[in-house]
């Protein structure tokens, strides 16, 4: 148990011993996986269990391919997502949602929200329960208290009092040891770099990739899980920016707000032989804005240039045009409610959480069939042939 657990600390330490290890000590990977079958020991497996995520050797999908998560950032509107995610596991004949992926991505709310499911494996209703009392702790704040945080720190909210909340929910576990301690989905937490020469998505990743297979993304898996979440949810202007080691991290929304793109690149390096069974990608609303009668301007003031740029950059109906066309027909979901109203990121007004939550009914409402077609999808079986491959690669390892 120790020698593992050393194992484990010196390849976090050191990543490039992995490609020695794997050149020269390939046995390893056999003789744990033998063990992790045998043993009776929930300590040990559960050490097993994160030396294999570190070094990317991650279970085979339990369906007939991969099935993704993808959860877009959006402040409280999360609540608009936890919605959706309800009509969803109530179409999945008795499985809660964190037990139907295999990789579950989220970029601020969403990597909150994906943090709460796969980390606690909680149902989705009490994960809207524990997600509107962080809410409501943390955005119950006074105007002057605001003002003067952001005028010092360019930050309205209090970042130590919001550290303790993520603290209080998620604890002090590492990414590695979050995902290590049952069978769970693999957990990607998208944040931006700001202090590097462009912004760059950043990937906090509860596994490591297989020997040989390199992410486009920067990411690692040695930071805690609380650090990951405040990196990714770090809004400017909301919260200070976080420093973990040399890189400065805002919130992953500014760069990538729907990271369905960044989900499916990820499955393709975690899983390289298997095919994608589905994506399934929540929004967390789209308000409906009033057609101007004017005629089109021909000009616009620097406020509003400025505005419209922000907009496109984390426009994510624009990435789910283009994943339309990458994937094929019927293996990618988007569920995205129209809301009534364009709700503030800090929203805790009781009328209107209220009215979102009835927005998002409105929207399942019409749309009950697409839950059940996705169901569908979601739950669908391996193969004969998979099921002998699979099986027959389990009895090699026994």
Same mark, same amino acid.
């Given at each position: 148990?120790?020698?593992?657990?050393?194992?484990?600390?010196? *390849?976090?330490? *050191?990543?490039?011993?992995?490609a020695v290890g794997f050149q020269f000590?390939?046995?390893?990977?056999?003789?744990?996986?033998?063990?992790?079958?045998?043993?009776? +020991?929930e300590i040990l497996k559960e050490h097993i269990r994160q030396f294999l995520l570190l070094v990317g050797d991650v279970s085979t999908p339990r369906g007939a #391919?991969?099935?993704?998560? !993808?959860? +877009? #950032? %959006?402040?409280? /509107? #999360?609540?608009? #997502?936890?919605d959706v995610l309800q009509a969803l596991e109530n179409n999945l004949k008795g499985s809660k949602v964190v037990e139907v992926f295999d990789l579950i991505v989220g970029v601020s709310t969403g990597a909150i929200i994906g943090a709460l499911l796969a980390a606690k494996r909680l149902p989705v209703g009490k994960c809207k329960e524990v997600y509107i009392e962080i809410s409501r702790e943390l955005f119950s704040q006074g105007k002057f208290s605001g003002m003067s945080g952001l005028l010092l720190s360019h930050a309205y909210y209090n970042t130590e009092k919001w550290k303790q909340?993520?603290?209080?929910?998620?604890?002090? +576990?590492?990414?590695?040891?979050?995902? %290590? /301690?049952?069978?769970?989905?693999?957990?990607?937490? @998208?944040?931006?770099? @700001?202090?590097?020469?462009?912004?760059?998505? *950043?990937?906090? /990743?509860?596994?490591?990739?297989?020997?040989? !297979?390199? !992410?486009?993304? /920067?990411?690692?898996?040695?930071?805690?899980?609380?650090e990951a979440l405040q990196a990714s949810a770090a809004a400017p202007g909301y919260f200070q920016e976080v420093s973990l080691g040399p890189l400065l991290y805002q919130d992953g929304g500014v760069l990538t707000n729907n990271p369905t793109a960044l989900a499916v690149h990820e499955a393709r390096m975690l899983w390289p032989h298997e095919r994608i069974q589905c994506v399934v990608s929540v929004g967390n609303g789209k308000n409906v804005s009033e057609v101007e009668l004017n005629g089109v301007k021909l000009s616009t003031r620097l406020q509003e240039k400025i505005l419209r740029i922000i907009d496109s950059a984390t426009d994510t109906e624009l990435v789910d045009l283009c994943m339309r066309d990458t994937l094929s027909e019927g293996s990618y979901i988007r569920f995205n409610p129209y809301t009534s109203y364009p709700y503030s990121l800090d929203e805790i007004d009781p009328k209107k959480l209220e009215q979102m939550s009835q927005d998002a009914q409105l929207y399942i409402s019409r749309n009950q069939t697409k839950f059940e077609a996705a169901a569908k999808v979601i739950l669908a079986k391996p193969s004969l042939k998979q099921r002998f491959v699979r099986n027959w690669n389990r009895l090699i390892i026994q």
């Amino acid at each position: 148990m120790l020698k593992t657990r050393e194992l484990c600390k010196h *390849y976090m330490e *050191y990543p490039e011993a992995r490609a020695v290890g794997f050149q020269f000590h390939g046995s390893i990977i056999k003789k744990l996986k033998r063990l992790l079958l045998r043993t009776n +020991d929930e300590i040990l497996k559960e050490h097993i269990r994160q030396f294999l995520l570190l070094v990317g050797d991650v279970s085979t999908p339990r369906g007939a #391919g991969i099935r993704v998560l !993808s959860l +877009d #950032g %959006g402040g409280t /509107r #999360g609540v608009l #997502g936890l919605d959706v995610l309800q009509a969803l596991e109530n179409n999945l004949k008795g499985s809660k949602v964190v037990e139907v992926f295999d990789l579950i991505v989220g970029v601020s709310t969403g990597a909150i929200i994906g943090a709460l499911l796969a980390a606690k494996r909680l149902p989705v209703g009490k994960c809207k329960e524990v997600y509107i009392e962080i809410s409501r702790e943390l955005f119950s704040q006074g105007k002057f208290s605001g003002m003067s945080g952001l005028l010092l720190s360019h930050a309205y909210y209090n970042t130590e009092k919001w550290k303790q909340i993520l603290k209080n929910v998620i604890g002090e +576990d590492t990414l590695l040891e979050i995902c %290590g /301690r049952w069978e769970t989905p693999m957990l990607s937490i @998208v944040a931006c770099t @700001v202090n590097t020469p462009t912004l760059q998505p *950043y990937i906090f /990743r509860t596994y490591g990739h297989p020997n040989g !297979s390199e !992410s486009h993304y /920067r990411g690692g898996c040695n930071h805690k899980a609380w650090e990951a979440l405040q990196a990714s949810a770090a809004a400017p202007g909301y919260f200070q920016e976080v420093s973990l080691g040399p890189l400065l991290y805002q919130d992953g929304g500014v760069l990538t707000n729907n990271p369905t793109a960044l989900a499916v690149h990820e499955a393709r390096m975690l899983w390289p032989h298997e095919r994608i069974q589905c994506v399934v990608s929540v929004g967390n609303g789209k308000n409906v804005s009033e057609v101007e009668l004017n005629g089109v301007k021909l000009s616009t003031r620097l406020q509003e240039k400025i505005l419209r740029i922000i907009d496109s950059a984390t426009d994510t109906e624009l990435v789910d045009l283009c994943m339309r066309d990458t994937l094929s027909e019927g293996s990618y979901i988007r569920f995205n409610p129209y809301t009534s109203y364009p709700y503030s990121l800090d929203e805790i007004d009781p009328k209107k959480l209220e009215q979102m939550s009835q927005d998002a009914q409105l929207y399942i409402s019409r749309n009950q069939t697409k839950f059940e077609a996705a169901a569908k999808v979601i739950l669908a079986k391996p193969s004969l042939k998979q099921r002998f491959v699979r099986n027959w690669n389990r009895l090699i390892i026994q």
